[in-house]
């Protein structure tokens, strides 16, 4: 790395070699801007003013591979590319700079004082073209992919002519390029990303429309099985999306997870782009890994207005789940917008929700609306039809559950509507037993004044309860 150069290594090579490193390795190592400036002057003065300088290195960079020193010079290189900058246009931005005294960072570029790739003005003729635009820093990276990455067009197009190598990949995120059609779009980083997916993430349809002109493949597939439709998605992107789709983006493809791209949409809600999707032809009641709809997303989402989308458009109600819950049950219990739960469950129960569905614990809605204090809901419920005496795994009943959370009101509706006081669970205790031992003084007196056994039920021994 720059900051640590091996000098002993390039005087096997040639002294007036070693002598450039030397000024360069001074040159990172010191903390002051000023010093810095002087230092980066220097080496520039030096290599002009030493003609045969140029043709060294241009013949020992042939050299590289064979000596084991390609770490060393390539870095060397890189840095005399990076140093080949305009002294004007350094010096002002040291000036905005002035409070930053970094060295050089671990990633092995140089820190925000050179400026490096913000006015990157490279002169090739300067070092006769010794220096080799192509050479990669630590992470892989060319002066190309920072260019790009800044936005730096001035840049990009110096180097590009000078033989920069477009299709150069890190090995995190490429930077690519569209330049007269020389870039394949196709090209993949590490983690399976095109050019495409990067761009459809940050919400660019600009480059979007650029690279599709280009060839790029709108249904390329990253490490997750994700097109750049479920970026644009993610980002609610609409005018991105509507583009994919008509240039092909296939709606129905599911990623890692079984998700397509319907139940991101539901999920982040986004109702135009659900809208795009299913007026496209994207199956409404496909399952995820969790055997989750679209709607269940939306459910969970609280969406009321995508609910009542995807409603209209057919999706199934009582489709279930792995935990064989279907969306009436995360209705009344799972929704994040608490405001929007009754709503939810009204467009459900209207139109065909099984109000007394079971989950794999035996618990109806209503159970998941006592536990939540759904008060509404519970009216909601039981005023079409919900059973109140049905008992789950545990031989629990909506009253055990409504007793053993403190909901007093909840309470008074069951019991009102015919909810058996004295009904026992698995471990033979009654609503009562639960409210004494939560002590809820009030839900024990109204449950005593309704005909609740007043014993231990857990013992049968008829021991009282010790009530205040």
């Known amino acids: 790395m720059a900051g640590s150069f091996q000098i002993d290594a390039f005087k096997k090579l040639d002294k007036e070699i ?32 030493t003609s045969s300088l140029t043709d060294k290195l241009k013949r020992y960079q042939s050299q590289i ?45 140089t820190d925000v004082n050179e400026s490096m790739f913000c006015d990157l003005r490279m002169d090739v ?12 820093d630590d992470f892989q990276k060319t002066a190309l992919h920072y ?35 020389c870039i394949n779009p196709n090209l993949k980083d590490d983690f399976q990303n095109t050019a495409l997916h990067y761009a459809s993430e940050e919400s660019r ?13 709108v249904n390329a597939l990253d490490s997750k099985n994700r097109t750049p439709l479920f970026y644009a998605i993610r980002q609610g992107s609409l005018d991105i999306c509507q583009f994919l789709v008509s240039n092909g983006a296939l709606l129905n493809l599911q990623d890692n997870f079984q998700k397509r791209a319907l139940h991101y949409a539901a999920e982040e809600s986004t109702l135009d782009i659900c809208q795009v999707l299913v007026s496209n032809g994207a199956t409404i009641d496909a399952f995820d890994s969790k ?27 009582n489709l279930k789940d792995n935990f064989q819950r279907t969306v009436l049950h995360y209705a009344t219990n799972y929704t994040y917008l608490v405001e929007s739960r009754l709503d939810i469950c009204q467009v459900l129960v209207s139109n065909g929700a099984t109000i007394n569905a079971l989950d794999s614990k035996n618990r109806t809605p209503l159970y998941y609306a006592a536990r939540r204090d759904s008060l509404e809901i519970c009216q909601f419920l039981v005023s079409n039809g919900a059973l109140l005496n049905l008992k789950d795994n545990f031989q629990k009943t909506v009253l055990h559950i409504a007793s053993e959370e403190s909901r007093l009101d909840i309470c008074q509706l069951l019991v009102s509507n015919g909810a058996t006081i004295n009904a026992l669970d698995s471990k033979n205790r009654t609503p009562l037993y639960y409210a004494a031992r939560r002590g809820t003084l009030d839900i024990c007196q109204f449950l005593i004044s309704n005909g609740a056994l007043y014993y231990d039920a857990r013992r049968r021994n008829g021991a009282r309860f010790e009530m205040e």
């Open 18 to 49: 070693a002598s450039i490193a030397k000024l360069l390795s001074s040159f990172y190592r010191s903390p002051e801007i000023k010093k810095r400036f002087r230092l980066r002057k220097k080496i520039m003065d030096y290599i002009r003013q």
């Open 65 to 109: 591979e064979t000596q084991d020193l390609d770490g060393i010079l390539s870095s060397f290189y890189f840095q005399m590319a990076k140093l080949s900058t305009n002294i004007d246009n350094l010096e002002k931005e040291m000036e905005k700079r002035q409070q930053d005294k970094n060295t050089e960072g671990s990633q092995g570029k």
């Open 125 to 136: 003729k300067m070092t006769n073209g010794c220096i080799n635009p192509n050479l990669k």
């Open 147 to 181: 260019a790009a990455e800044e936005s730096r067009l001035n840049i990009c197009q110096l180097l590009v002519p000078n033989g920069t190598t477009i299709n150069a990949t890190d090995s995190k995120r490429m930077a690519l390029l569209m330049t007269n059609g």
């Open 205 to 217: 349809l600009d480059i979007c429309q650029i690279l599709v002109s280009n060839g790029a493949n």
């Open 291 to 317: 055997n989750w709809t679209a709607l269940f997303y939306a459910v969970r989402r609280g969406s009321l207005d995508i609910c009542k989308f995807l409603v209209s458009n057919g999706a199934l109600l």
